[in-house]
């Protein structure tokens, strides 16, 4: 996971840093708001962490420019700025949570793994890609890859890879996924849908962690992290 502090106190800067390296987090400072936007605008970060009292631009200008070009992006703000009205300015500038200075690092760390939990819980639509946990998906491409390995599919797998992603955390029977899939009734004498399930999971969950394809005995299957 990488992550962005965007912080001009360079004690706690520091601090955080080490801490999340510890929790085996790679880490980028930077020290004023220009230099985290540009950071942030060249580069992926799966959170970015930044104060609101910054040399250059403020956080929440900052906010504002991350969260129009990247929305996915999760921020949290980091700052000694602590009334209702700080707080209702930094949620409405785009963060995702809010922690007052002075903090302890566990209570910081416990909203890092929540707001993880709670955005790879859910499957990102954005135009052509779908994304879910460690799992990408183009439609435009074509492609899949898991943990930036790139999966090979038949253009069969991949449409039932797509729509099971698309009705992620749902159980599926195999009569609509013999409906929306292969355009056809489900027939059961045969186990063509078990057999193309299987193959899918060889090729997406083997290999990976945390499984995403789970049989639910008597209903049928169901795409979701466990």
């Known amino acids: 996971m990488n992550i962005l502090i965007i912080e001009d106190d360079e004690r706690i800067a520091s601090l955080v840093k080490r801490g999340l390296e510890e929790n085996d987090y790679s880490v980028t400072l930077a020290y004023d708001g220009m230099m985290g936007r540009k950071l942030a605008l060249q580069n992926d970060y799966d959170l970015i962490i930044t104060d ?49 200075k002075p903090f302890d690092f566990r209570e910081l760390h416990v909203r890092i793994r929540a707001l993880m939990k709670r955005n790879n819980g859910k499957t990102n639509h954005q135009g052509f890609i779908l994304k879910y946990d460690n799992l990408e998906l183009n439609n435009q491409t074509k492609t899949v890859s898991r943990s930036g390995i790139d999966i090979n599919l038949t253009p069969k797998e991949f449409k039932l890879l797509e729509y099971m992603m698309q009705n992620a955390e749902r159980i ?55």
Do not use: Q
Request: charged residues 30%; contains cysteine; hydrophobic residues 40%.
């Open 52 to 100: 609101i009292i910054l040399p250059k631009l403020n956080g929440l200008e900052l906010c504002k420019d991350i969260r129009s070009a990247k929305p996915e992006t999760l921020i949290i703000m980091l700052t000694a700025l602590g009334t209702t009205d700080d707080k209702v300015e930094g949620f409405d500038a785009g963060a995702d949570d809010y922690l007052v």
């Open 172 to 226: 599926l029977s195999r009569t609509e996924i013999a409906d929306k899939v292969w355009d056809t009734h489900f027939d059961t004498g045969t186990n063509f849908i078990d057999v193309y399930i299987n193959y899918l999971r060889k090729k997406i969950d083997k290999d990976f962690e945390p499984k995403l394809i789970h049989t639910k005995s008597g209903m049928g299957f169901i795409f979701k992290a466990e």
